[in-house]
């Protein structure tokens, strides 16, 4: 599928595993999904436009090379995708960041939304909506709706763990958006849970149940 990027750095792997173990803490797991974040930024912001510069260094002129100043947004499905904030933050500290509220109804498994506070430009910039988790893909597909409603153009959508069937749907309701992951599980059980997965990330981050 064109589109979709999986990383397979091995550092990214192995913080996945770590991720999924029940065993980790609460602290343990809020670590990892900022430093993942970060490290799939560094491929996530790979496009960001850049323009040559003069400088002078200590001896002499150099011509070279900074970015160009087109702007982001990152915006966090509330609430597991605060979470990869901070991550990305630390990679482009003057992004602006945006907030959708959504929650799955534990029957319908439809996404809910409940709030929403975005740049007021956020047609001009590109953005990247974040999300630990895509399962039934409802929620992503939502989000996307949601920012194009706002004529936000360019989206892309991070998430850590994906189901195969959650990348097809986001693929095929919005297939302008590419897709960035960390790992791709093959089933989803009843409840609408990536299997193995991690469980549910928003309750792990912030030590809910
Ligand atoms: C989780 C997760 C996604 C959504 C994914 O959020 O963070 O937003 O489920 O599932 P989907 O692809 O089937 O829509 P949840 O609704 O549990 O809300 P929370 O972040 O507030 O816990
Ligand atoms: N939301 C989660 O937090 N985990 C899942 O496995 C599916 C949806």
């Known amino acids: 599928m064109?589109?979709?990027?999986?990383?397979?750095?091995?550092?990214?792997?192995?913080k996945i595993s770590l991720l999924r173990d029940k065993n980790?803490?609460?602290?343990e797991?809020?670590?990892?999904?900022?430093?993942?974040?970060?490290?799939?930024?560094?491929e996530v912001t790979r496009d960001i436009p850049l323009k040559e510069v003069e400088i002078e260094t200590p001896i002499g002129h150099a011509r070279t090379k900074v970015i160009s100043g087109k702007k982001l947004?990152?915006?966090?499905?509330?609430?597991?995708?605060l979470g990869m904030v901070d991550g990305l933050l630390k990679l482009?500290?003057?992004?602006?960041?945006?907030?959708?509220?959504?929650?799955?109804d534990h029957d319908t498994l439809e996404p809910v939304e409940y709030y929403c506070k975005l740049p007021e430009d956020i047609s001009e910039r590109d953005v990247v909506v974040l999300?630990?988790?895509?399962?039934?893909?409802?929620?992503?597909?939502d989000a996307v709706k949601v920012l194009k409603r706002n004529n936000a153009k360019?989206?892309?959508?991070?998430?850590?763990?994906?189901?195969?069937?959650g990348i097809e749907r986001l693929h095929r309701e919005h297939p302008d958006v590419a897709i960035y992951c960390a790992a791709v599980d093959e089933t989803l059980n009843d409840d609408g849970y990536i299997v193995p997965g991690l469980g549910d990330a928003g309750d792990r981050l912030f030590g809910t149940k």
């Open 92 to 104: 482009v500290p003057m992004a602006r960041v945006g907030h959708i509220g959504l929650y799955r």
């Open 154 to 165: 360019s989206i892309k959508f991070v998430c850590l763990i994906a189901s195969r069937q």
């Open 24 to 27: 980790t803490s609460a602290k």
């Open 73 to 81: 947004a990152f915006v966090p499905i509330l609430r597991a995708g």
């Open 2 to 14: 064109n589109n979709v990027f999986v990383f397979d750095h091995p550092l990214i792997q192995h």
């Open 29 to 42: 797991f809020r670590e990892l999904v900022s430093e993942i974040s970060m490290l799939m930024g560094y």
């Open 131 to 141: 999300d630990p988790m895509l399962a039934t893909g409802g929620s992503a597909c």
